[in-house]
């Protein structure tokens, strides 16, 4: 046999596997091997991917992967873990750094082995590190480690330091939520003015102003004020003292928005209630195309004004674009606007408007979430033209999350028909993870709570 090159370096392993997995396959073959794939292209690839990490190798029940850096490693596995919250699978994951043997095609050495006898002692759904691998990231990385000691593993002549990463648990993350409004910073973002001197554009501006109030309650240490709440105020020229005793709040983001064909002004401005000071104000001029790059830099001057530190997991939700295709992002802005009206008439606009969305787009989630809302709530009201929409709302709902298992809405709109349905395990599982997602979100608490109710 030919003598092969082998290449020895220090690395960051991460290796995973599927807790249970020979008891799956034995009940459900298929089911199993489908979540696997789709785990393995939607959440698994895409990450190890946007962490510049190298996949060595997949088995039937997990995979093994090399990092250039312990902090790429730790946080793709810590955004693993949460965007596999809506597998039917548990990954266990173990990560290491060590020196490791690379013969072109696959690697060995110690670094793998005790990666590998980490991951053994991960509880399903978790993450287990090695000391060597929390001295590195202890103190950037924003998450709770557990010392679980030191740990004798297998084939390992001396005992090794292991840490686990305490992951949010979905299930508390209601009830810790209300005890921490309180200590959160807090803020509540006023409907956007329209400048555009044509009304039939409001439904841009507020839906610039919700896409906002959505995007800044998936950051876990501020509180946000709902949609609903802060929506009161349309069409006012409210003091902002007056806004945040009414909504119980110490910051008001006001804005306005001049949409002129392609052409696109967005202002806004971020006051201190408790004295009227501006904290901080912006003018932004540009294409409609540049909206969502708008949208992220007045969230990150939210950010820095308030010294908000953002956990991996609230940067990658917070970052996240519902669409790249902009005619789809207008046709669902008007439709959810269209929802929000709440008229038999309306609602029947709304819904063709979301259907042309997903028909441009078809991989769009949130769009498939809120229109599900649509034929759900026209089924349930008698509305006509409704007759026949309950099968297709759920067909809605399970596709938005099948296509972004992130996606609140659709995991909030499945839960919420799945209710009705009684299959209340399904659910209450799904809205945990909504909820997880999106704790300070006013529609998926409220859901959540009708569920439990």
């Known amino acids: 046999m030919a003598d092969r090159e082998v290449k020895r370096r220090l690395a960051a392993i991460l290796a995973a596997d599927v807790a249970g997995y020979t008891r799956l396959m034995e009940n459900d073959t298929d089911g199993t091997v489908a979540a696997w794939q789709d785990a393995r292209e939607e959440v698994i690839k895409p990450n190890v991917a946007a962490y510049s990490g190298k996949i060595v190798k997949l088995t039937g029940d997990g995979f093994l992967v090399e990092f250039p850096t312990v902090q790429d490693a730790v946080n793709c596995a810590i955004i693993m873990q949460h965007g596999l919250v809506s597998s039917s699978l548990n990954f266990r994951m173990g990560i290491n750094m060590g020196d490791i043997v690379d013969d072109g095609e696959d690697i060995h050495g110690e670094g793998v082995n005790v990666a590998a006898r980490l991951e053994g002692l991960a509880e399903p759904g978790g993450i287990c590190i090695s000391g060597d691998v929390y001295n590195q990231v202890r103190n950037r990385i924003d998450a709770n480690f557990e010392d679980r000691g030191e740990q004798e593993v297998k084939n390992v002549s001396a005992p090794v330091k292991v840490f686990a990463i305490r992951l949010q648990d979905p299930a508390g993350v209601s009830a810790s939520a209300a005890q921490n409004i309180a200590d959160k910073p807090s803020i509540a973002v006023l409907p956007f003015d329209n400048l555009s001197g044509d009304p039939e554009q409001e439904y841009f501006s507020d839906g610039m102003a919700e896409d906002l109030i959505t995007d800044l309650s998936k950051i876990s240490n501020l509180y946000v004020a709902a949609r609903n709440s802060s929506f009161l105020f349309k069409g006012q020229m409210p003091d902002v003292r007056d806004v945040a005793e009414k909504l119980g709040v110490a910051y008001v983001l006001e804005g306005s928005v001049r949409k002129m064909g392609e052409r696109l002004r967005t202002n806004a401005q971020l006051i201190d209630a408790a004295d009227g000071d501006h904290l901080w104000a912006e003018r932004y001029d540009g294409n409609m195309d540049e909206i969502f790059d708008f949208q992220d830099r007045i ?37 959810r606007a269209s929802y929000h009206r709440y008229t038999p008439e309306l609602l029947l606009e709304g819904r063709a408007c979301l259907e042309k969305a997903i028909e441009i787009d078809p991989e769009f989630a949130d769009a498939h979430g809120w229109l599900s809302y649509c034929h759900f709530q026209g089924w349930a009201t008698l509305w006509p033209g409704f007759d026949d929409s309950l099968e297709r709302a759920i067909e809605l709902a399970e596709r938005g999350v099948a296509l ?26 799904n809205l945990e993870k909504a909820i997880a997602l999106a704790p300070d979100s006013a529609d998926v608490n409220a859901s959540f709570g009708q569920v439990l109710n």
Do not use: C, H
Not at 302 to 307: N, P, Q, R
Not at 308 to 327: F, I, Q
């Open 404 to 429: 972004d298992g992130s996606s609140a809405i659709a995991l909030t709109r499945l839960g919420w028909i799945q209710n009705f349905l009684r299959r209340y395990d399904s659910a209450i599982a």
């Open 299 to 335: 969230r990150a001057e939210i950010v820095a004004a308030l010294e908000l530190k953002l956990t991996p997991y609230d940067k990658a939700l917070s970052g996240r674009k519902p669409t790249d295709n902009l005619e789809a992002y207008d046709l669902f802005l008007k439709g």
